[in-house]
Nanobody, 123 residues
Framework: QVQLVESGGGLVQAGGSLRLSCEASGRTVSSYAMGWFRQAPGKEREFVASISWSGSTTYYADSVKGRFTISRVHAKNTVFLQMNSLKPEDTAVYYC????????????????WGQGTQVTVSS
């Protein structure tokens, strides 16, 4: 089993930055693809970014491309989401997820999920 714990969320003004972390425990996730999703109040969970097990391939939602960067450090069993130029529409609970197959934008293809961390961007 894999446990994922997100951290780094909080309240920030529009234009600001936050760095989310997702630390895995239980087993190494170095061979897993990892992803970030988010869910705003009253909306469905949506894909944000994903990264392959090697870190060589990344995918981003159009809404965050150029502003967010996903990365991973195998030695720390951790994945990061650097979020810059934040907008009020980025406000959501952000979830980390692990896939035993491929880096994907599809939530059902992820096998493990964290509990989420709240990000609030004020205007």
């Amino acid at each position: 089993q894999v446990q994922l714990v997100e951290s780094g969320g909080g309240l920030v003004q529009a234009g600001g930055s936050l760095r989310l972390s997702c630390e895995a425990s239980g087993r190494t996730v170095s061979s897993y693809a990892m992803g970030w999703f988010r869910q705003a109040p009253g909306k469905e969970r949506e894909f944000v970014a994903s990264i392959s097990w090697s870190g060589s391939t990344t995918y981003y939602a159009d809404s965050v491309k150029g502003r967010f960067t996903i990365s991973r450090v195998h030695a720390k069993n951790t994945v990061f989401l650097q979020m810059n130029s934040l907008k009020p529409e980025d406000t959501a609970v952000y979830y980390c997820a692990a896939s035993t197959t491929i880096a994907t934008m599809k939530a059902p293809q992820y096998d493990y999920w964290g509990q989420g961390t709240q990000v609030t961007v004020s205007s």
